[in-house]
């Protein structure tokens, strides 16, 4: 299996959490756009989503697990629709 980019999404996402939705929205508008040209790091950005909204559903946070629900939709239609070849090979072997 290959290893994901290294990244601080998880860590910048716990920290969006703790003062909301809108600094969890600006966390994700200031990661997308930054990496979505970086088939490695947008793969580890929609991972960190999925893994996000499973934790808030755990915890009974319905709001925040919507959010990131919603949040990874939009990464993910993006990834599905520019990624090709084998970025998109890639994308689908990390997040498969």
Same mark, same amino acid.
């Given at each position: 299996?290959?290893?994901?980019?290294?990244?601080t999404f998880f860590m910048d996402f716990?920290?969006?959490?703790?003062?909301?939705? +809108?600094?969890?929205?600006?966390?994700?508008?200031?990661?997308?756009?930054?990496?979505?040209?970086?088939?490695?790091?947008?793969?580890?950005?929609?991972? &960190?989503? +999925?893994? %996000? =909204?499973?934790?808030?559903?755990?915890?009974? +946070?319905?709001?925040?697990? %919507?959010?990131?629900d919603s949040l990874w939709r939009q #990464?993910?239609?993006? #990834? @599905? &629709?520019?990624?090709?070849?084998?970025? @998109? %090979?890639?994308?689908?072997? =990390? &997040?498969?």
């Open positions: 299996m290959n290893e994901m980019a290294e990244n716990t920290i969006a959490d703790v003062f909301g939705a +809108n600094a969890i929205k600006d966390t994700y508008k200031r990661a997308f756009n930054e990496w979505k040209s970086d088939y490695k790091m947008l793969t580890a950005l929609v991972v &960190t989503l +999925n893994h %996000k =909204i499973w934790e808030h559903y755990e915890h009974h +946070n319905d709001d925040f697990a %919507k959010l990131y #990464a993910e239609d993006y #990834a @599905l &629709t520019n990624l090709k070849g084998d970025e @998109l %090979k890639y994308y689908y072997e =990390i &997040t498969d």
